[in-house]
């Protein structure tokens, strides 16, 4: 899914090198997850499953908080 390939992986191009193990196996597994799923929790059209509520998820929320369209 496009959307998700920008989502995560801006936020990948922006993070990797200082994410933490723990937190790479948390990126390992919302990557495994569906994209439409996690595209739904991102957008917060759906809650997000306490599996996949993790720290590492929020600052991924965050980091696409924008106050204006973004220019792709």
């Known amino acids: 899914m496009r959307e ?3 989502l995560m992986g801006r936020f990948v191009d922006a993070t ?9 196996d948390d990126l390992e597994a ?6 439409d ?24 929320a965050a980091f696409h908080t924008h106050e204006k369209p973004l220019d792709l």
Do not use: K, N
Request: with cysteine.
């Open 37 to 60: 799923e996690v595209f739904r929790w991102l957008s917060r059209a759906a809650p997000v499953p306490a599996c996949y509520d993790t720290p590492l998820f929020r600052r991924i």
């Open 4 to 6: 998700m390939d920008i």
């Open 16 to 24: 990797i090198d200082s994410l933490p193990e723990a937190e790479l």
């Open 30 to 35: 919302l990557l495994d997850a569906q994209d």
